[in-house]
């Protein structure tokens, strides 16, 4: 968490200018792919696991900003939301509720490709519990849809010449079977 | 922690910036690393996963690498021969679990495989054999065979089981000996075995014991026909669970990291000199449902229990067994949480010399009873609230059949109140000092106004110091007579409370 000058007092010398830089580093700045710059509570921080190790790793002092050319300004801006949101329930006792309606907001206008962005920015960052989440978004999206759907949804080219695609149908006719009696 | 090489390289990605534009507008899910594809596949029903195997090549390969293979949530289930149209085909190679495995990527292994089937016993081992070489680690199957089917052993020799779950329906199948089946199952977690014939090996006393099945946590075996011994002693085993065992005579169960133990509807009741002997002194869950009583129950006192549930299978119990009831209930007497079925309720009331040795439940905060609340059980109930000295919270589950006589509470007589019932109550209020004194929550399921019920809450309500609510619920049965309910409850709420705080609440 502080860097690597010992806070104990009764032990270090304290040697002029190096003891200053001591003091409690609270904000964490990184910089995205397009410029945009944060500041981030510590402890917010620490909740993506990427930015955990970069500083905690080599004892990197916390006024260098930390890049992430992998990730838009405003992925970061939701990131951070969800993570705020999370050291904030952390504390609850009783935060079910509470958390089932903020995620519902928090994927409410994302389109499709910006859930997939998100998705892809959350497993680049190392936020376990951010992951987990979108990924359930995403499937709840296709969920019960049949493959044309998926297709579009999710803009996959079919690379498969026809007698590839009936080869592979083939593999699994059971999967294929009653698209259109499907009740559920 | 990632190396200090790794980590360097990761830091001179961040320098370099990715061409994002490449993939501009539509696929987005390219992108994705195959792990979180799969995160995503995991949340889905198996048809919609093997579906977007069409979608591209990527996605072909990400089905063959798909390890989880839950075919349960298949609805309906494919019939295990196709067609007449593929008559090339030998059944074999058209049963569709087969050719998922056969074309499946050769070197990714699958963690899950589960299925219901109804198959052939020489398909069932093939796949299963097929299974283990994709190194299973969880092997959940369910299947309807023609005949008795043997054990099938290839499943002893993996190294990468965990979890092996056999559950057979008619007829059944057989074990191997205890000397094959200890020979293995090197990594084996949670055993589940269901519907096996042991007519000819009906004494288990060596198959589990404290050297086999070195990293067994759970056990469950359910339907033992023709088990009549068993013992289990597995040195690492937490939860163990025995079911529907009708001919067990004998069990010994001892292990020093037990947990819970379930043991339902087993026993022989028409065999003279059975006997159970329970040494796990950290059991936490005893649960121990509608068993025959054996003649001899032998447990110690078990310090670490916190929850425990008993239901005999029938009222009528010999004085001989009485010794037995007695034994168990007082190894189970420091339990926090304690649940008693009907026909405990009625042997404790009609043998009242063994109710008055009742065990005290020092520990007890929540007591559930289940019991048709007829007159005779009155004294039985208040010799265990006797015992029950610290008691929080108490339910009353009444069930209310056509057998039971019970009879309804009568209005008008109300100012004269003084039935047997209540006359009995404020008797016990001496002996029930302690119990009245912590007692603070009461719900009574199946009140019906019966007399019964109205004299013990009025009991309660007039004694209990420390009442705070008080919940009267029909339950699952109809309300009668809604006026005359009206009334009722709004004469008891003119009862005198002892408690200023008490609340009751009708449902």
Known sequence: MSTSTDNNASITQESGPSAAVQDIQKKIVVRTADGEVFNLKEEVAMEIDIIKTFFQEDSISYETVMPLPNVEGWEMVKVIEYCTKHVELKHKVDGYKERKAFQALFVQNLSTKSLLALTNTANYLEVKYLLDFLCQAVSEQIKNKDVDYVRELFGVENDFNDEEYEQVKAEAPWAHENLNNDLH | ?507
Request: charged share 25%.
């Open chain 2, 1 to 507: 922690m990632e190396t200090r090489s790794a980590a360097a390289k990761k830091k001179k990605l961040f320098f370099c910036k990715e061409n994002e534009h490449s993939h501009n507008n539509i696929d987005r899910i390219t992108e994705l690393p195959d792990a979180v594809l799969h995160h995503i596949l995991f949340l889905l029903p198996i048809k919609t996963v093997a579906q977007t195997s069409v979608l591209s090549k990527r996605w072909r390969s990400l089905w063959s690498s798909f390890p989880d293979l839950d075919f349960t949530t298949l609805n309906p289930f494919p019939k295990p021969c196709s067609s007449s149209k593929s008559h090339s085909l030998n059944c074999k190679e058209s049963d569709f679990i087969t050719q998922v495995l056969n074309n499946r990527d050769k070197h990714s292994d699958i963690r899950i495989l589960r299925f219901r089937a109804r198959l052939s016993f020489s398909r069932l081992n093939g796949l299963i054999r097929l299974a283990i070489r994709h190194k299973v680690q969880v092997l959940d199957v369910e299947v309807f065979t023609e005949d008795y089917f043997n054990f099938p052993r290839c499943v002893i020799a993996s190294d990468s089981l965990r979890v092996f779950k056999l559950k057979s329906r008619r007829p059944g199948f057989r074990l191997p000996p205890s000397s094959v089946m200890t020979s293995g199952f090197r990594s084996l977690q949670s055993l589940s075995l269901s519907r096996i014939s042991l007519c000819n090996q009906p004494s288990l006393s060596d198959m589990f014991s404290e050297s086999s099945f070195l990293l067994l946590k759970k056990l469950s075996l359910d339907t033992c026909f023709g088990l009549k011994h068993l013992r289990v002693g597995c040195r690492a085993l937490q939860d163990l669970t025995l079911e529907n065992c009708f001919e067990l005579q004998g069990l010994d169960v001892s292990g020093s990291k037990l947990e819970r133990l379930r043991i339902a509807k087993c026993f022989d009741g028409y065999i003279e000199k059975s006997w159970v002997k329970i040494d796990a002194p950290r059991l936490g869950v005893v649960l121990w449902e509608h068993n025959a009583l054996s003649d001899n129950i032998c447990m110690e006192n078990l310090s670490y229990l916190h929850k425990a549930s008993i239901g005999m299978l029938h009222e009528d119990v010999s004085v001989a067994k009485l010794q037995s009831v007695s034994n168990l209930f007082s190894a189970l007497s420091l339990a926090h949480c304690l649940t008693l079925e009907s026909n405990c309720i009625e042997i404790l009331s009609n043998n009242n010399y063994f109710a008055v040795y009742l065990h005290q439940f020092s520990n007890l905060k929540y007591l559930e009873l289940h019991t048709g609340f007829k007159k005779n059980n009155v004294p039985g109930l208040a010799s265990i609230f006797r015992s029950c000295p610290m008691l929080h919270t108490l339910i009353l589950n009444i069930i209310n059949d056509f057998k039971t006589e019970r009879r309804q509470w009568n209005k008008d007589l109300w100012e004269m109140s003084n039935s047997e019932e209540e006359k009995y109550w404020e008797s016990q209020t001496l002996n029930l000092k302690l119990f009245l004194h912590h007692l603070k929550i009461v719900k009574i399921l199946g009140f019906l106004e019966c007399e019964n019920e109205v004299s013990l809450a009025k009991f309660l309500l007039k004694h209990g110091k420390s009442l705070e609510e008080m919940i009267l619920s029909t339950g699952h049965c109809k309300a009668r007579h809604c006026l005359q309910r009206q009334k009722i409850r709004s004469q008891m709420m003119g009862f005198s409370w002892a408690s200023s705080n008490a609340k009751i609440t009708f449902h």
